[in-house]
């Protein structure tokens, strides 16, 4: 995102304020904007006293400006690297075959494979039947959703169990610790209403 940012930035740099397209043949006035040569000169055709600055509006009395060699330079790093952006965005949303280097446009229906035109004639597809991916891209998307749906469904009941599990699992532990506290309430009883008439002997009485 910060190299996307910096490109973005250093390309509007080399923009004519004008004609608002990259520099072309850029020259520089008095107050340091920089401008097209032909989008100045047409700025200016039809002044003759004071000549203002396009974008400040700074009035010269003449038509002063020099040549910007070194912007120039930079303009043409832009073009280039916009260029080279715009094949990556091409390349990534049309894949280019790794082997011929061109653009995977076609798909071999008994191999489940894409393929560039090179690739298609060749003897590992000879007589498979080729057609455009934008073609065969429906019809495969259609038996893909078909696989998923039953799978879907399998999910959910499989999911419903585990919740039944999990719900009979809770009940049963719940019937569990109620009966432990039944007997520990029946542990700690005293021991004459348990056992009635019966009476813990002294050490005497033996």
Same mark, same amino acid.
């Given at each position: =995102?910060?190299?996307?940012?910096?490109?973005?930035?250093?390309?509007?740099?080399?923009g004519c304020p004008i004609c608002l397209n990259y520099?072309?043949?850029?020259?520089?006035?008095?107050?340091?904007?920089?401008?097209?040569?032909?989008?100045? +000169?047409?700025?200016?055709?039809?002044?003759?006293?004071?000549? !203002?600055?396009?974008?400040?509006?700074?009035?010269?009395?003449?038509?002063?400006?020099?040549?910007?060699?070194? /912007?120039?330079?930079?303009?043409?790093?832009?073009?280039?690297?916009?260029?080279?952006?715009?094949?990556?965005?091409?390349e990534e949303e049309n894949p280019v075959c790794e082997?011929?280097?061109?653009?995977?446009?076609?798909?071999?229906?008994?191999?489940?494979?894409?393929?560039?035109t090179q690739c298609s004639f060749s003897a590992e +597809?000879?007589? +498979?039947?080729?057609?455009?991916?934008?073609?065969?891209?429906?019809? +495969?998307?259609?038996?893909?959703?078909?696989?998923?749906? !039953?799978?879907?469904?399998? /999910?959910?009941?499989?999911?419903?169990?585990?919740? =039944?599990?999990?719900?009979?699992?809770?009940?049963?532990?719940?019937?569990?610790?109620?009966?432990?506290?039944?007997?520990?309430?029946?542990?700690?009883?005293?021991?004459?209403?348990?056992?009635?008439?019966?009476?813990?002997?002294?050490?005497?009485?033996?």
């Amino acid at each position: =995102m910060e190299f996307q940012t910096a490109l973005e930035d250093f390309q509007k740099e080399c923009g004519c304020p004008i004609c608002l397209n990259y520099f072309k043949d850029p020259v520089t006035i008095n107050c340091g904007h920089n401008f097209c040569y032909s989008c100045l +000169h047409t700025s200016w055709k039809d002044l003759t006293d004071s000549f !203002p600055c396009p974008v400040c509006r700074f009035g010269f009395a003449s038509k002063n400006f020099k040549r910007n060699l070194q /912007l120039q330079n930079l303009t043409e790093i832009a073009k280039l690297l916009q260029v080279r952006r715009s094949k990556r965005k091409r390349e990534e949303e049309n894949p280019v075959c790794e082997k011929h280097n061109q653009f995977l446009t076609l798909f071999c229906v008994k191999d489940l494979e894409v393929l560039c035109t090179q690739c298609s004639f060749s003897a590992e +597809h000879e007589k +498979h039947y080729i057609c455009p991916i934008k073609k065969a891209a429906p019809y +495969h998307r259609k038996i893909l959703e078909g696989s998923i749906e !039953p799978l879907k469904n399998n /999910l959910e009941r499989v999911e419903k169990v585990i919740i =039944m599990q999990g719900s009979k699992t809770q009940e049963l532990r719940k019937k569990v610790e109620y009966r432990k506290e039944e007997i520990n309430s029946e542990f700690d009883q005293p021991f004459n209403s348990v056992c009635p008439g019966l009476q813990p002997q002294s050490a005497g009485t033996i």
